[in-house]
Nanobody
Framework: QLQASGGGLVQPGGSLRLSCAASGSILPSNIMGWYRQAPGKPRELVAG???????NYADSVKGRFTVSRDNAKNTVYLEMNSLKPEDTAVYYC?????????WGQGTLVTVSS
C-alpha cells in the first residue's frame, strides 16, 4: 500500500530524495509521515506533513530534510541534504499515527565514506 524508494549509499554531506507511492486513496486525506529505524534502535518519526502541506520535523533533521507531497500523484517525498552517518537507517512512510498494516518494506539509506 505504501512503498518507499530512492535510498542508497551516499557520502556524508550528500543528498538523497526519497519517494513514497501510495495505492488507492490513502494519501490525500491523511497526515503522512516519514519514519526511520536504525540498527538496534526503535522506529522514529522524522518528518510529517498534513493534508494541506504543513510540515513538521524531528529536531535531528530540522534544517536538513524537507518533506513534500503531491496528492494528485498519491506521492510523498523526503528531500535529505547534508546527510550524516547517524542518518543511516531504513526509511518508511506511513500515515500518522501509523497504521500497523501499512508498513511497507522501506528503503535503506546508508551514509558512509
Amino acid at each position: 500500500q505504501l512503498q518507499a524508494s530512492g535510498g542508497g549509499l551516499v557520502q556524508p554531506g550528500g543528498s538523497l530524495r526519497l519517494s513514497c507511492a501510495a495505492s488507492g486513496s490513502i494519501l490525500p486525506s491523511n497526515i503522512m509521515g516519514w519514519y526511520r529505524q536504525a540498527p538496534g534502535k526503535p522506529r522514529e518519526l522524522v518528518a510529517g506533513i498534513s493534508s494541506g502541506g504543513a510540515p513538521n520535523y524531528a529536531d535531528s533533521v530540522k534544517g536538513r530534510f524537507t518533506v513534500s507531497r503531491d496528492n494528485a500523484k498519491n506521492t510523498v517525498y523526503l528531500e535529505m541534504n547534508s546527510l550524516k552517518p547517524e542518518d543511516t537507517a531504513v526509511y518508511y512512510c506511513n500515515i500518522y499515527p501509523p497504521a500497523p498494516r501499512s508498513w511497507g518494506q522501506g528503503t535503506l539509506v546508508t551514509v558512509s565514506s
